[in-house]
């Protein structure tokens, strides 16, 4: 009995009854347009006066109603509409307007059931409860026995001692059709309103999209960060070490260790723009080049202890922007990982080269002894290198070489410019 009474009269059923409500409300302007319709078939006195016209006007703008169910903005206001009122899974819905001949057809055809249901539903809902009130009222009224209306059997004994029973069931009648087309809805929703191969396609590029955005300003996050940390860390022992004998170069090293962190701050407000999806560019640092800022970046690095030798053989004002910029975080993360795994006095061989339609970048430094095939720490530099490369259409690689660890670096400059 408990389960009966939730079903009929619980919060799903009263959400769903609500739902069915605003279905008979927004079919109510096409009920008005399908009585102008039917107004030449009826006499014009009974277009809405009588049962059947009301019926047949109804009947008319439904049709009108799965039209107008075409444009973009229905399935949106449906699918949010269902979701707050219909207990229907979240995931089971489509996003966004329809997609082809069928996602809108299958709307049209959700929009049309709404209104019908919702309709009929709200008809009943106006109608039974006044109703049912005089049948609850007849045996303390004599006034509705036989009178105002009310057929004479109202008058019989028997039938005032019925007549609250009936205006019960007439109540519960309602809840149950209310239920019943609740359900129904909810149970064609997610195959009216679900995604389509359509939607799930574009959500799926979606997430890609989102999902590429997410691995740029992690290796963004990874080479900048990453690299500062690393310099500044070696910067400092470095300073340390030399603080009582060497004061000129302690005055170096917290210079770079200034200039290396104001940059790096400058370049995490830029990644943070992009999450915050600011409007405002300037609000935002420019992502270094090579031709703004590899002087600067061996100059850092070289304070941090490195002996870096650059052989720059190229202009790099010449580049195109794009191969510029993603060049100046390759040459980053080399000299960050050298500084990371070969550590203070570690010498660095750098060479930025044409070769042909492309820029080659090569870095070279010595292996401690004993020194592992592969630098530990996960490899998260190196794939970002890799993935850079690769989104060029370049290549990238990187391994031990005759005592040496060699990162090899081709960059294609035809198609960026």
Known sequence: MKALATALFGRAARRRWVHLILGGALAMPYVF????????????????????????AFAAGLP??????????????????????????????????????????????????????????????????????????????????GHIGMPEVFGEPWMVALSPVIG???????????????????????????PTPADRLAAAEQRAADLAVRNRLARELHDSVGHALSAV???????RRVLDHDPEFVREALAAIEDTTRRTVGELDAVLGVLREADDARSTAPAPTLAADLEGLLRRTRAGGLRVSADVGMEPAALPPLVSREAYRIVQEALSNALRHG????????????????????????????AP?????????????????????????????????????????????
Not at 168 to 193: D, E, I, K, S, Y
Not at 233 to 239: E, F, G, I, P
Request: a neutral charge; charged letters at 15%; one cysteine or more.
């Open 168 to 194: 019960c069931a007439c109540l519960v009648a309602l809840a149950a059709c209310a239920a019943t087309a609740g359900g129904v809805l909810a149970r064609w929703a997610p195959a009216l309103l679900g």
């Open 373 to 417: 095939a592969t630098r530990p720490g996960g490899g998260h530099g190196l794939r970002g290198i890799a993935d850079r490369a690769r989104l060029l259409g370049g290549t990238a690689d990187a391994g031990p070489a005759d005592g040496a660890w060699r990162l090899d670096v081709r960059l294609p400059l035809k198609g960026h410019t």
């Open 64 to 145: 009108l109603a799965a039209v107008t169910a075409l444009f973009p903005l229905t399935r949106p206001m449906s699918v949010a509409a269902v979701r707050a009122l219909c207990a229907v899974p979240h995931d089971s819905l489509a996003e966004g307007p329809a997609r082809g001949r069928v996602a809108r057809g299958r709307t049209a055809a959700w929009f049309t059931l709404h209104l019908g249901l919702g309709g009929v539903i709200s008809g009943m809902s106006l109608g039974l409860p006044p109703l049912a009130a005089v049948l609850i009222a007849v045996p303390f009224f004599a006034v509705f026995q």
């Open 233 to 239: 860390t070696l910067q400092a022992s470095a300073a």
């Open 343 to 370: 550590g203070d006095g570690t010498a660095v061989t750098l060479r930025i080269t044409l070769d042909g339609p492309d820029l080659a970048v090569t870095a070279e430094n010595p292996l401690p002894p004993h």
């Open 33 to 56: 347009v399908g009585s102008l319709i039917v107004s030449p078939l009826v006499d014009e006195d009974q277009v809405l006066g009588s049962f059947s016209s009301q019926l047949a």
